[in-house]
């Protein structure tokens, strides 16, 4: 797969964000770029112009882990975009049939996963992967997100939720954070396995569906989620705010266990507690009418 579109793409962005006085550079006459010029990023890396250029051009193969530290120097990446310029740089390495094949298809949820998400009833909680699909939740975490699984359309997916679906707005008081928190986290997902062929087909349906998400798309940010604060405004308890924790699976499958909690004390604990109540009664209902339809003669 040629990424070098990717690559001079990020590392084009990243060079126009950057002022000379920031990066401690003199400034003189009149400059027609809004960031740093190639020059002078080569400058602060210790490498040529010419080669810094074939670096912008998209060429990373066979670039050294000293000069990429250079480069991310350079150009102040933060933990995150580091990351995401050696992923760039792995995958414009030589393909091996490894590579190919990694992360096709939807991972299987392990029996002692489920498990783990099933046993947090006080927290929602699920198994994502590294496309943002929900793959496993427990019942409060469907509560939380009853407006998603309730929207067919979006296939339990978070992403194509978010930009697609209108009672993502409603559901995100801060939409927008969110939604370039997801673009972001895709931007990751697409350097480290760029033959996942569900993830692109993703990226290239919401970017045909959606000019918000194209635009977030194009910004070149990137983002992994860890730890995070998420405010929602649910349609039966109405407002909360949550503490989000990531914890990725230590295997190569891609999953991860997403969970959300309240502070003690807080109002947002006390409309989970309420959730749960409404969840478990809503669970009922739809059990007696699943009976019902099994004894209707």
């Known amino acids: 797969m040629d990424n070098r579109d990717a690559v001079s793409a990020f590392l084009r962005s990243r060079r126009d964000r950057i002022t000379p006085g920031q990066a401690g550079l003199p400034v003189y006459g009149q400059r027609r770029v809004p960031g740093l010029r190639r020059g002078e990023v080569a400058t602060l890396a210790g490498v040529s112009v010419e080669y810094y250029t074939r670096l912008e051009r998209g060429n990373l193969q066979g670039v050294s882990d000293s000069v990429l530290d250079a480069v991310a120097r350079a150009l102040r990446l933060d933990a995150t975009e580091r990351m995401y310029l050696y992923d760039l740089a792995r995958a414009a390495g030589p393909a091996t049939a490894a590579r190919a094949r990694q992360r096709q298809g939807?991972?299987?949820?392990?029996?002692?996963?489920?498990?783990?998400?099933?046993?947090?009833?006080?927290?929602?909680?699920f198994v994502m992967n590294n496309r943002l699909d929900a793959l496993a939740a427990n019942p409060l975490g469907r509560a939380l997100y009853s407006e998603m699984y309730a929207d067919v359309a979006s296939g339990g997916n978070v992403v194509r939720f978010a930009f697609l679906a209108r009672a993502a707005r409603r559901l995100y008081t801060d939409w927008e954070r969110m939604a370039r928190f997801t673009v972001g986290a895709l931007r990751v997902e697409a350097a480290r396995n760029p033959h996942d062929r569900e993830l692109s087909r993703l990226i290239g349906e919401l970017s045909t569906r959606s000019d918000e998400f194209r635009v977030m798309w194009g910004s070149q940010d990137v983002h992994v989620f860890r730890d995070s604060t998420k405010r929602f405004r649910h349609p039966v308890v109405g407002d909360l705010e949550l503490d989000q924790e990531t914890m990725y699976l230590p295997d190569d499958s891609g999953l991860s266990v997403l969970v959300y909690s309240a502070a003690p004390g807080t109002p947002a604990e006390n409309a989970l507690k309420l959730l749960a109540g409404w969840s478990a009664t809503t669970g009922q209902e739809q059990d007696a009418e699943s009976a019902g339809e099994l004894h209707r003669p």
Do not use: D, K
């Open 106 to 125: 939807r991972p299987t949820v392990r029996p002692s996963v489920a498990r783990i998400v099933a046993g947090m009833p006080g927290l929602p909680a």
